[in-house]
């Protein structure tokens, strides 16, 4: 198909000539160079049989050639510019000439001049299917209603041309998505026709004049776009081009918001709404669409299409608060403020589902105030859970993280309230372990409360739970000092003592010696002032950052001092006793010289290189002065080397924290992580790189200054203790405790030390130290090990006397593990024992019941295939029972072990001893199932039932979660094959290859997916 026509008679009698635009003559003339490229062409005057106006510039450039354009308005202009080009032509450049003459009234004369010696005429749809280098066009797209294609399609080619169809048909569908894309300006955001779809619409009415052009097209051709637009994009389509119709686009994703309220889904969202208001607020949405109205349907597909768009593409701290402050001003113009509080996406849902956190914490509150049954106090607690849990999947929860975190802390806080004890531990190396295994963390929580909210009514809530919390930590405050007071005065050292705890000055000894000895390469780093609540923030940013967290003592014998109580040899976090006053010119001074000592950095340097437990080996310490290194380099070139030499110990002082409380600064969110603590990541990379263990620790820990009151003390040494002039002082204050012993390392070896965290005896600060409260005494003595790429390599590096580390996180902190097994919940109570034979059967009985009744096994059925959509009646296998109020009660006592604790690991026991817990139902039903006694005796080596059942209960009390050589330590299997008993539990659990165990990490870590677990092994009927 030619894109010229040649003149049949005189060229264009008794048919007008077109108006020929740019885009159709640089378009034409583009393609004529291309035509005549290596021709050898002299004549370059082309003739256009066009109506003699031209719009355009007098000259283009196109293909790098310029090109005269000449409108003629007579034969003779045609003349006077041919004559004219001949005595002036431009170098390497064209003449077109516009005129309506026809040939026979041009003239041989000037013909014999030009192109082909003859008038050319642009048709414009051969001109299309040239540029699409079709050979043929859809018919569809020569009809009268689409009439405007064409010159649109001309007009709006792009510079680098239509995409090429070469020998196909250029489809009408074809040709109005690549003129819509065009048209829309999709092309130079880096799309095409092919991405045309609702959500890229949607996008496009957020570019800044992008709606506004397009209601600048032609009549003609906006209607042909529109109507395309909403054949190919459906309900959602038709919403949005009429919102762009009337002028709205602009504001179409905040509309869209606004209508997901007004409109409401199947995904439960209630509507607080009463109909009447609602049909009003609908009524004034119309405006906005022109006064359109459109059905329920269209509304909420429009919504969906918009909800969609908002979580997927505009949910980042750029885009998303100008979104909802425009759909906020809706709420408002309609009326709908109401409407908004249901929303998972608007400012009003946000604020709303935070409302719910406090109404839930008051009501938690006055629970705890009425003395209510433990078990109601607990679910109590739950219900906060929950409501954090609403907040938690709002979107905004991405953006305002510091809200949702206080959130979270305050539904823990509630849960450690509902869930501890009441009486502390009755030992000071039992309380060393409760500081930094529970109290700790709820001092965590409690640094994040006391930051407050910027809404004052949740403030106002977050206060009472503050002070509520606060009242149970000042009592187990008081009675640490009571224990410290008790052995400071008649306690002994060393830790091997039976309940001693682990003092400051054996951690050389008994911690960093045998590492350096076992393997060759070590750091020790010691952070001036980390509290047991810093140091359990720094851990968890190790473990992101791919250390591995030992314990140090691991291998101690059980009952023995091995820095805490008898732990019955499960692996924990250590504590150490900090020497008195906890000020570092002791404590530091002691530590570093492993024995009791007062002294500065001189003094440490000497004592801690020269000391003879070090068998002559060469070992440096480096204090904070000396990390800095020259411009550009991250470290002291001293330091930087002995970390990657093969030097056996290095040890590091950081007095960031302490400095910076010191100081006044603290942080408004009482968080701390690795990048707040100096060099300190810095120096883990090097000895990351290197190879070597890591022990963090402290001389002493801190409290901090949460309002607190100054109580005035004239023989006051520091902000939190005292030497009686006369060294004996029968005046001891309310928060005062009088301590005295050999390790008092001041003069007459008496001191009265504060151990209330609200009080302090000089200018006010961050946070003090020096007392007696459990926060300062508490020295956590943390191991590491550099992350290995397998289970096996790990456990095959570990040193010896050193155990990998399960999830140290309390019962109560994790609320992800109250989800894991919140979907599990049945009505019935079951307990779980054996019956004489060994095989596994569960005891049934329903609230009050007196009697027990034996369920036996149930002979297995068909095994079914998952399927997601399933939908399930009755009770199933891994139904779990909520807990009864005695169950409740009894469950607490164990509410402060960490979650990856071993303390509920194990075999059944008889049923009238067993705990009736989530856990516990979900094994005995587990092991209950023919399928898992079919996939278990099918292993080419046996393993026995026990191993399996202690892992699944170890992943179960971890969350689901947790190391492979831990799961094979809690199984008893030995360290270097964990990763085989890992394999070989797979093989138990991954019927078909559903991934019921997950391996993470290459293997180094097993992930259990409990509603997997359910579906592979069926329900019990």
């Keep these: 198909m030619s894109v010229l026509s ?362 705890a105030d009425a003395g209510v049954h433990h078990a109601l106090l607990r679910t109590s607690a739950r219900e906060v859970a929950t409501a954090v849990d609403a907040l938690r999947a709002h979107l905004l929860a991405r953006l305002e993280t510091g809200q949702v975190e206080r959130a979270e802390m305050a539904a823990r806080l509630a849960g450690w309230l509902a869930g501890r004890p009441v009486d502390g531990p009755g030992t000071l190396a039992a309380a060393l372990d409760s500081h930094l295994d529970d109290e700790a963390w709820a001092d965590i929580a409690l640094g994040q409360l006391a930051a407050g909210d910027p809404s004052p009514a949740v403030g106002a809530v977050y206060g009472d739970l503050y002070r509520a919390a606060n009242r149970r930590r000042q009592a187990l405050d008081a009675r640490f000092a009571r224990l410290l007071a008790d052995w400071t005065t008649t306690g002994r050292l060393p ?226 203790h005292r030497i009686p002039a006369d060294g004996v002082s029968a005046d001891v204050r309310d928060g005062e405790v009088a301590l005295a012993g050999p390790r008092v390392l001041v003069p007459g070896q008496r001191i009265v030390a504060l151990w209330d965290a609200a009080l302090h005896y000089r200018g006010r600060k961050g946070g003090y130290h020096g007392g007696a409260a459990a926060a300062e005494v508490t020295v956590p003595v943390l191991a590491f090990l550099p992350f290995r790429l397998s289970a096996a390599s790990t456990s095959s590096d570990v040193p010896a006397g050193w155990r990998l580390l399960p999830d140290q996180r309390p019962r109560w902190w994790s609320l992800e593990q109250r989800d894991l097994l919140a979907g599990l919940g049945g009505g019935d109570t079951v307990l779980v024992g054996r019956r004489d034979g060994g095989d596994t059967m569960l005891v049934a009985r329903r609230g009050g019941d007196a009697a027990p009744t034996p369920v036996l096994p149930t002979p297995s059925q068909p095994r079914r295939r998952p399927r997601a959509a399933e939908t399930q009646t009755g009770p199933a296998l891994f139904d779990l029972p909520e807990e009864t109020a005695a169950e409740s009660a009894e469950s607490a006592e164990s509410a402060t072990a960490p979650a990856g604790s071993a303390a509920s690991a194990g075999s059944p026991v008889p049923a009238e001893a067993a705990p009736t817990t989530g856990v516990d139902v979900l094994v005995a039903a587990l092991l209950a199932s023919e399928l898992f006694h079919s996939q278990l005796g099918g292993l080419a080596r046996r393993v026995p039932v026990e191993k399996v059942e202690a892992a699944v209960r170890a992943l179960l009390d971890a969350g689901g979660t947790l190391a492979t050589s831990v799961v094979a330590e809690r199984a008893g299997e030995l360290p270097h094959r964990a990763a085989g008993f890992a394999v070989n539990l797979q093989r138990v659990f991954n019927v078909d290859n559903y991934p019921v165990l997950e391996p993470l990490d290459d293997g180094h870590t097993l992930r259990l997916n409990v509603e997997l677990l359910g579906q592979q092994f069926g329900p019990l009927t």
């Design 6 to 367: 040649p003149a049949a008679g005189p060229v264009g009698s008794g048919t007008p000539a077109p108006l020929v635009t740019t885009a159709m003559l640089d378009g034409r003339v583009a393609r004529l160079l291309r035509g005549l490229a290596g021709t050898g062409e002299r004549a370059r005057i082309l003739l256009v049989r066009a109506q003699p106006e031209w719009p355009g510039p007098g000259e283009l450039l196109v293909s790098g050639r310029t090109v005269r354009v000449v409108a003629c308005v007579s034969p003779l202009g045609v003349l006077e510019e041919v004559a004219r080009w001949g005595r002036e032509p431009v170098p390497d450049g064209w003449l077109v000439l516009l005129t309506d003459a026809d040939e026979e009234t041009l003239g041989d004369t000037v013909l014999a001049q030009v192109h082909r010696q003859r008038v050319d005429v642009i048709e414009p749809w051969a001109a299309v299917a040239e540029d699409f280098g079709t050979a043929q066009l859809d018919p569809r797209l020569r009809s009268h209603a689409n009439r405007w294609m064409a010159k649109a399609l001309l007009e709006a080619r792009p510079a680098t041309g239509w995409p090429r169809r070469p020998g196909g048909v250029l489809s009408l569908e074809d040709a109005l998505a690549e003129l819509t894309a065009v048209r829309l300006g999709l092309t130079e955001l880096g799309l095409g026709a092919a991405d045309l779809d609702i959500a890229t619409l949607l996008r496009w009415t957020t570019v800044p004049g992008a709606t506004e052009a397009f209601r600048r097209l032609g009549e003609d051709e906006r209607a042909g776009i529109t109507a395309f637009l909403r054949k190919r994009t459906g309900q959602a389509g038709r919403a949005l081009t009429t919102l762009v119709a009337a002028g709205n686009g602009e504001r179409a994703l905040a509309l869209g918001l606004v209508c997901d309220c007004l409109w409401p889904g199947d995904d439960g969202r209630p509507v607080d709404l009463a109909a009447a208001a609602v049909e009003r607020a609908k009524g004034r949405v119309e405006r906005y669409f022109g006064d359109t109205q459109l059905d329920d349907g269209t509304m909420r597909r429009f919504a969906d299409a918009v909800r969609e768009v908002v979580r997927t593409g505009m949910n980042t701290a750029d885009d998303l608060p100008g979104l909802l402050d425009t759909a906020d001003r809706l709420l408002d113009e309609l009326d709908a403020r109401a409407a908004g509080v249901t929303s998972d996406i608007l400012r009003a849902g946000f604020e709303e589902r935070l409302s719910a956190v406090a109404a839930a914490l008051r009501g938690f509150l006055s629970a």
């Design 495 to 720: 830790s091997e003592t039976a309940g001693a705890p682990l003092g400051i000055e054996e951690v050389l000894d008994r911690v960093v010696a045998p590492v350096v000895t076992a393997r060759g390469r070590a750091l020790l780093i010691v952070l001036d002032g980390m509290s047991a609540a810093v140091a359990i923030q720094l851990a968890e940013g190790l473990r992101r950052e791919r250390w591995e967290e030992c314990d140090p003592l691991g291998a101690s014998t059980p009952g023995a001092g091995t820095g805490g109580s008898d732990t019955g040899g499960i692996a924990r976090r250590r504590a150490a006793l900090a020497v008195l006053p906890t000020v570092t010119d002791r404590s530091r001074a002691s530590l570093l010289a492993g024995r009791l000592l007062t002294g500065d950095k001189a003094k440490e340097k000497s004592e801690f290189e020269a000391h003879p437990r070090w068998r002559r080996r060469a070992v440096r310490l480096f204090h904070h002065s000396d990390l800095d290194g020259t411009p550009g380099t991250a470290l002291g070139r001293e330091l930087s080397d002995e970390l990657t030499s093969n030097t056996p110990l290095v040890a590091v002082v950081i007095n960031t924290i302490d400095d910076l409380l010191d100081s006044g600064r603290q942080r408004d969110d009482g968080g701390w992580s690795l990048a707040d603590v100096g060099k300190l990541r810095t120096i883990l990379r090097y000895a990351q790189t290197a190879g070597r263990a890591v022990i963090l620790t402290s001389d002493h820990g801190h409290v901090l200054d949460h309002g607190a009151s100054t109580l005035a003390a004239p023989d006051a040494v520091s902000a939190r």
